[in-house]
């Protein structure tokens, strides 16, 4: 079954813990994203990957990393989270670069207290 | 820069009414407009899309037409289900702006027996 596959999909953590939130697909897809989705606002794009080892900044890249080392996994790092970065995060994927046509995880819930 | 601004809800409509969520948008060029739909604890899932103007999008009986002059890309579907109780989200892309996607609030549906 094709699927985007986010972990851990809970997690309460506090202040200045570094943590990671696993993606993986299994589409052989190049393109890969992270969102935020917070009330309100619709999704931001943190990050995206074009490709293994090429990642750019989205729209609120502040306070998080990533990395494309494999073509299938793209993890989300928070070095230190903080309070502002609860929210709930996706990861999406895609086979084109151009089409706008993405496939999402399930979400994964962080509350930073 | 991208902006895309829908109607508030919840809508909440009863089975077999006409469903009707509007959507408007801000871009520069022709970007390609979208509606992605989210289950109950699910990630995003692409409803419909369309490319250029006066193009109708259409699945699963939903439908959208890519209205240029009003700036629009209003949602419809004439008779719904509660199984289409959902969060929607209207999303566009700018031409040449990769998978980039820019998406309103949201726009959430209940829809009773």
């Known amino acids: 079954e094709a699927q985007v596959t986010q972990n851990p999909r809970y997690l309460i953590t506090v202040t200045g813990k570094k943590l990671t939130v696993t993606c993986s697909q299994n589409?052989?897809?190049?393109?890969m994203s992270w969102y935020r989705q917070d009330p309100g606002l619709g999704l931001r794009q943190i990050y995206y990957?074009?490709?293994?080892?090429?990642?750019d900044k989205g729209d609120v890249p502040e306070g998080y990393k990533v990395s494309r080392k494999e073509k299938r996994n793209f993890p989300l790092i928070l070095e230190s989270p903080s309070p502002n970065q609860t929210s709930l995060y996706f990861c999406?994927?895609?086979?084109?670069?151009?089409?706008?046509?993405?496939?999402f995880g399930e979400g994964s819930r962080l509350t930073v207290l | 820069g991208n902006s895309v601004t829908q109607m508030e809800g919840p809508v909440t409509l009863s089975e077999e009414a006409f469903l009707t969520i509007n959507c408007t948008y801000t871009a520069t060029g022709y970007p390609s407009l979208f509606w992605y739909v989210q289950y109950p604890g699910e990630g995003l899932q692409l409803l419909l899309k369309a490319t250029k103007a006066d193009d109708k999008g259409s699945n699963k009986g939903f439908e959208a037409t890519y209205r240029k002059e009003t700036t629009s890309f209003h949602l419809e579907k004439g008779s719904v289900q509660v199984s289409d109780s959902a969060v929607y989200f209207c999303?566009?892309?700018?031409?040449?702006?990769?998978?980039?996607?820019?998406f309103g609030t949201g726009t959430q549906l209940k829809v009773e027996l």
């Open positions: 999406a994927s895609s086979s084109d670069r151009n089409t706008g046509e993405l496939f």
């Open positions: 999303a566009l892309s700018s031409r040449g702006g990769g998978n980039k996607l820019t």
């Open positions: 990957s074009m490709n293994v080892e090429v990642t």
């Open positions: 589409m052989n897809h190049e393109y």
